[in-house]
């Protein structure tokens, strides 16, 4: 198995003691449609209900992408609380999205062939179950942390310290710095903070805008999607891209 993967081929089972507890987390079709076509995993975190478990602190910890639990430092800086954020969406570009290294002289043997189909999980959360984010693919993560923020406050903290923000579409993407060093965040209003590097942030703005494509255009990701959605408090979709 491939340890750039965001969710492993097989998850932890359910125990009996902990399905009574949880309830299954949802993501609106609007939020999703933020994200741009091609990507290779999706996945979702009810973190308000997760929170409500003993295994929250393991769970958090293994589980969550490492760069959100840095960009959870970062706001906290500006004044947002982890408890802030009560849901979680993150995925991995894949093909255009997603930067592209150099191109290798010599071409794979023809035996070599890719798999077309398209696998999901899905699972509710026990802190085994997902496997993190590696720093080796983490420059093609983009994600949405969903809660209730003040956009004015935190902006002000950012302009205190001087930090630089960069205008796209009306949007102020600023620089996390140290801790999440290569992310950006941008508040795209006060329920939303859209984050990851630049180049990912931009294309998920063309994409709220309409000037890119959205998932909702990747019929096999999209149908996966709608198959797990509201299923789990913790749930994850990926295609052949991400299962290698």
Known sequence: ???KLLLPAVLALVTL???PALTAGSLKANLIAMFPKNVSEF???DLAEARKSSWYPQFKSQSLPPRFIEL???LASAG????QVDELAWALASGDEAPQPPQPDTQPPQSETKSTQAKSVQATPTPTSISKLTPT???QLIGLALGSFDPGAATASFKARKLRGFQDRGFTLYSCGSPCS???ITFLDSSTIAFGP???LERLIEVRSGAADSILQNDQMFSLINQANGRSLFWGVLNSAGTR
């Open 1 to 3: 198995m491939n340890k």
């Open 17 to 19: 003691s902990l399905a």
């Open 43 to 45: 996945a979702y975190a």
């Open 72 to 74: 959870e430092q970062f």
């Open 80 to 83: 947002v609380a982890p408890t």
């Open 137 to 139: 693919n983490s420059d």
């Open 182 to 184: 290569g992310l950006y």
């Open 198 to 200: 630049r180049h990912s």
